[in-house]
């Protein structure tokens, strides 16, 4: 569930529940790590809305919903399989962009069809993010040898 499905439930009329805005917190721990101190009246929000619905209430108020809708944009709120998605959607978008240029799509016109397939991007996304990391984790490693 990412910030936009959040924010559809805020418009919903049935509002919002604990276990929704405990998905939302769990979400955002994850999300946003190093920029909880400057979001922190969102956090705060959050908190104290869980604290609510926490007795089986569900908040109905428009004005509570539209603050937390802006507080799941701010927070920027998305499960970890939305991010590798995008993180592959532009490699793949990369790699068509080369792939026309070059004219790879006349000789191995299946090579689009995996450029659009979900899973292909997927994977794409998985193998960009674990190079980021290794490559980041190198360059500790490299910098820690010379010092």
């Keep these: 569930m990412n910030a936009g499905m959040f924010t559809e439930k805020c418009a919903n009329s049935n509002g919002l529940g604990f276990e929704d805005l405990s998905n939302a ?58 991010r590798i998605l995008s993180y592959g959607e532009a490699k793949a978008l990369e790699m068509q962009v080369q792939f026309k240029r070059r004219g790879v799509f006349k000789w191995a016109p299946r090579v689009e069809d995996w450029l659009n397939d979900i899973g292909y991007r ?13 490559l980041v984790i190198y360059k500790g490693a490299d910098t820690n040898a010379t010092g």
């Design 122 to 134: 997927l994977w794409l996304g998985t193998v960009e993010i674990s190079l980021m990391k290794s």
């Design 25 to 82: 917190l769990r979400l955002a721990r994850r999300c946003c790590q190093g920029r909880r101190r400057s979001l922190n009246i969102h956090w705060r929000l959050l908190e104290a809305c869980l604290a609510y619905t926490r007795r089986n209430l569900r908040i109905l108020g428009a004005s509570i919903l539209q603050r937390l809708a802006v507080a799941f944009r701010e927070l920027g709120i998305t499960k970890p399989q939305s």
